[in-house]
């Protein structure tokens, strides 16, 4: 375990810190108590009881939602998929006990097409958003110490690069000022833009705003041949009801696609399997799961996974049935996904998928840009190392930019 330095950050009353290690939702932070932070780097294993009983009261009272750095997913996440030690926890706390933040780090050895070591964020293929977990007005704090104490590390290295950042959220702002507090450098280095649910619509007005009139008959007359099929029902999974069976059936159906025939849907590995059940079933312990169906005759065709951490949500996985592929099934569920507009409690969804994605951008007209972010630590060298990094990917942007405008040209000449 490494211990990192102590700062200054604003207190609150004993109480409200007993409150708050008990689990129990408190106040913001105020502004004229004093505190002190510190930073420790710990295995996943050697977390402390206090502190897994205190993430989900950092989960509701953080800066940004983030379902994927939730104990109930991040957990299994480093317990099944994982490398064995190569990712340590970054857990910030006050001197009192009381949980500011955390995020999962490991040692990256090239950095982009740069073969470097540095500092990275940990996440798997599973998991749609990086951004840590931290308590609402502490972001700055957190930066500040997590970059101090990598700083006075022995395996910190080269820099910290934290991909999967909200684009002009509180925690990419708070990473921004604590940097310059630091007199360091904090470079946006890549970002990508997805679709994103948001809108004060009702379902049906969205869908007629959105969707275009063309696909909306279309998609009206696909609905009608598939109830000439047989009885088609549209279903959500209750607060109160068994999420195994759910469970089960979307694994199955996954498999069945395109997914089960290449190899990568969950259901072909026996530990994605494993993690999907164990990260669905804490979802709905923790009343975030939000899980619909159609089926046709009693039988699932389409299925779709939201996890929802108000006041936003993140549309997971979907699968459908291919023998029915010409009714355009994930169409369908997704247009009944719209009903989420309906609750109060939840303003966005994130589609969590690729950027330019075929159907999703087609149906939901916001979108999300996520941002990939690099700060030198601490040190001469590992400055002037920055500066080579960032020096060479200004050279590649540049040379793919008038890479891509030759492309252009010679089109325009055919």
């Avoid at 779709?304 to 459908?320: D, E, M």
Wanted: charged share 25%; glycine share 8%.
């Amino acid at each position: 375990m490494f211990t990192g330095q102590s700062i200054s950050i604003p207190s609150e009353t004993t109480h409200a810190s007993r409150r708050r290690l008990l689990g129990a939702p408190t106040r913001p932070v105020s502004a004229t108590d004093e505190w002190k932070l510190a930073c420790t780097f710990q295995t996943p294993e050697s977390l402390s009881a206090s502190i897994v009983a205190q993430w989900s009261v950092l989960a509701d009272q953080a800066s940004e939602p983030n379902c994927f750095a939730e104990g109930w997913f991040l957990q299994p996440s480093l317990a099944l998929l994982a490398e064995p030690d190569t990712v340590k926890l970054a857990v910030v706390t006050s001197t009192s006990g009381l949980l500011v933040g955390l995020i999962p780090l490991m040692i990256e050895t090239d950095y982009g097409r740069i073969p470097l070591r540095h500092v990275q964020n940990w996440t798997h293929h599973h998991s749609f958003l990086d951004a840590p977990l931290i308590r609402r007005g502490m972001e700055d704090r957190f930066w500040q110490i997590l970059l101090q104490s990598l700083d006075e590390t022995d395996w910190a290295t080269g820099l910290l690069h934290i991909r999967g950042l909200p684009a002009d959220g509180r925690i990419v702002r708070g990473l921004e000022r604590a940097s310059a507090a630091l007199d360091r450098p904090c470079d946006v280095v890549y970002r990508t833009r997805r679709a994103l649910l948001r809108s004060d619509k009702t379902p049906d007005d969205y869908w007629t705003d959105t969707v275009r009139k063309k696909k909306r008959k279309e998609m009206n007359r696909l609905a009608n041949r598939l109830a000439d099929q047989g009885e088609v029902r549209y279903a959500t999974l209750g607060a109160d009801e068994d999420a195994d069976p759910w469970i089960g059936a979307f694994l199955a159906l996954e498999r069945q696609g395109w997914k089960g025939k290449n190899g990568s849907a969950m259901a072909c590995e026996a530990t994605l399997a494993k993690f999907f059940e164990i990260v669905a079933t804490g979802a709905h312990a923790a009343g975030k799961l939000d899980f619909h169906r159609i089926d046709l005759d009693g039988a699932p065709i389409a299925m779709l996974v939201n996890f929802l951490t108000a006041p936003g949500g993140f549309s997971y996985k979907i699968a459908f049935d291919e023998r029915y592929a010409r009714y355009s099934p994930g169409i369908l569920i997704e247009r009944y996904n719209l009903k989420i507009l309906e609750r109060r409690d939840i303003e966005w969804l994130d589609s969590c998928a690729e950027e330019g994605h075929s159907m999703i951008d087609s149906l939901w007209a916001e979108r999300r840009d996520i941002v990939r972010v690099s700060v030198p630590l601490g040190g001469r060298r590992h400055r002037a190392v920055f500066r080579a990094c960032r020096s060479a990917e200004d050279m590649a942007s540049r040379a793919r930019g008038i890479a891509g405008k030759m492309k252009g040209s010679d089109n325009d000449g055919d």
